[in-house]
């Protein structure tokens, strides 16, 4: 089944193949803009038994979802959906034989699952919460952390302002510790097992981050949700509070007691009982690096944020995350000690660039945001070595955690990095290499664009506050700076760096002053 045009409205159908279940919620948009639930199914799997402990995806599971997906399709038919994002997490997204898992999937049920990355997972859910506070609790104005729970997977969000600072991504699931450990064992034991672990990564999330103590602390998750219900806090308009001496008590309630007497306790699934106590081990060093004694608890899963991603490409509204994306790129930039007036006038002059050759490039808006994070983080090598930084610069863009960029795009600016100065694109590059012909143009159109940018702050100290550029006839671009300025420096760089320039877009380039 492929996604096809929906009339206003939906109903939208969100399928999500997570670590131990796999989820289908049908959702038509109301004339208010709110979302109605119409219809949904859950069916248990147990892909992070495998995953976690086996590092693959058995054949018996293989044709278990392909199975489930067959029964959802049919109620999708019946409901009449029109629009359908399949999409599997953690567990998939880690399986060794992902591919095989996805095309058998696809075989079999007609369903294409899309593997959601970390990166996109926080982006959908920080805009789901943006919009499930509705400015409520201060978001906008102070600092945050945001924890969203999962079986397999824990993220942690670090916010400045209402924007995004940082994200981690660890693998530290409420389950798949337990499935990790591969024989049963006492709560006691697990905790003294999980409690050094969990507080180590979310103190070194904190390190990192390090955007002072954050004054809100919002959790997310399916075991996070419980908790509302377990403490019968009433529900606000998409959010629930709760405060740090209530939540003591719910994890002092739970503690060492068996997942089986939870379930029947509280009227709870087997997953959720799992969940409870290494849930409230998450969120309690958390609230160790916090300055606040409340817990905010948006009422939204990912299934929902997917819901509401799909209404606006609907609506043809524009991605309200690419400031998060800036500003995310920008403390990414900072933690390496990057020159940051030298990156922000690259990125300007690269830019500009990228305006005026919009006739000869025929590049994307997207891929403008991706030249200005290639921009921003082009040096951050330095903060290993002078020498070959570049290739570090390189290494450090691909390894970190870019929320809101796809693996892929991460990829190709890590890419165009690491041609921002010395070799051009070659055939002997495998990192090069790897990409189709199309994306290999585009590396090299971005990569031409910011090595020219480059050389016109060769010197570091900002000396052009305005450049104009032109295309001159149809062999040569125009860069003019007012002033009567010694330009031998920049004109050395341009020398050593223009050539890629030139064999992209056939144009000698001409830096010139103007009076």
């Known amino acids: 089944m492929s996604t096809q045009p929906a009339s206003p409205g939906g109903p939208y159908a969100v399928i999500d193949v997570g670590a131990h279940s796999v989820r289908l919620q049908v959702s038509q948009l109301r004339p208010d803009g709110s979302i109605e639930l119409l219809d949904s199914a859950e069916r248990p799997v147990p892909l992070g038994e495998d995953v976690f402990r086996r590092g693959a995806i058995s054949i018996r599971n293989m044709r278990l979802v392909s199975g489930i997906l067959r029964d959802f399709s049919r109620l999708m038919t019946e409901t009449r959906v029109q629009r359908v994002r399949a999409f599997a997490t953690s567990a998939v997204r880690e399986a060794e ?44 104005q102070r600092n945050a952390v945001i924890c969203l729970v999962g079986t397999g997977a824990t993220q942690l969000c670090f916010t400045e302002n209402g924007l995004l600072t940082h994200a981690e991504t660890a693998r530290l699931g409420t389950i798949r510790v337990v499935e990790q450990l591969a024989e049963p ?118 299934r929902d944020a997917v819901v509401r991603d799909l209404v606006r490409i609907e609506q043809g509204a524009p991605d309200a995350f690419e400031p998060h994306i800036r500003s995310a790129t920008r403390h990414l930039a900072q933690k390496f000690s990057a020159d940051m007036a030298h990156a922000e006038t690259v990125a300007a002059f690269a830019l500009r660039l990228f305006d005026v050759l919009g006739s000869l490039h025929g590049l994307s808006a997207r891929d403008r945001l991706l030249l200005e994070v290639a921009a921003i983080l082009h040096d951050v090598g330095l903060f290993i070595s002078n020498r070959t930084h570049h290739k570090h610069s390189f290494y450090l863009v691909r390894s970190s955690e870019l929320p809101g960029i796809s693996p892929e795009e991460q990829e190709l600016v890590a890419v165009v990095v690491r041609y921002h100065r010395r070799a051009m694109p070659a055939a002997r590059h495998p990192e090069y290499m790897a990409f189709p012909l199309q994306d290999r143009l585009r590396i090299a159109r971005l990569a031409a664009i910011l090595r020219v940018a480059d050389a016109l702050d060769r010197r570091h100290q900002q000396r052009f506050p305005r450049i104009e550029v032109e295309l001159h006839g149809e062999d040569e671009l125009i860069l003019a700076v007012h002033g009567s300025l010694d330009l031998t420096l920049e004109n050395w760089g341009l020398r050593r760096k223009a050539d890629l320039f030139e064999q992209v877009f056939g144009r000698r380039v001409n830096l010139v002053t103007k009076r």
């Not at 970390?118 to 789901?128: M, Q």
């Not at 509070?241 to 997942?259: C, H, K, N």
């Not at 087997?270 to 958390?286: F, G, Y």
């Open 97 to 140: 034989n992902r591919d095989f898992f996805l095309d058998n999937v696809a075989h079999e049920s007609h369903i294409r699952l899309e593997v959601l990355s970390a990166a996109e997972e926080i982006r959908l859910v920080f805009l789901a919460i943006e919009e499930a506070l509705g400015g409520r609790f201060d978001f906008k």
């Open 185 to 302: 064992v006492s709560p006691a034991r697990l905790r003294q097992f999980i409690d050094p672990f969990i507080g180590a990564v979310v103190s070194g999330v904190a390190r990192i981050s390090d955007p002072g103590r954050p004054r809100l602390f919002l959790a997310l998750g399916s075991a996070v949700r419980a908790l509302v219900s377990l403490n019968h806090i009433p529900e606000d308009a998409n959010a629930a509070v709760l405060s740090r001496r209530r939540f003591r008590q719910t994890f002092e309630t739970v503690a060492g007691v068996p997942p089986a007497q939870l379930a029947v306790r509280f009227h709870l699934s087997d997953t959720i009982a799992q969940s409870l106590e290494p849930c409230c081990n998450m969120l309690d060093h958390v609230f160790d690096i916090t300055e606040t004694d409340r817990m905010i608890i948006p009422l939204i899963s990912t």
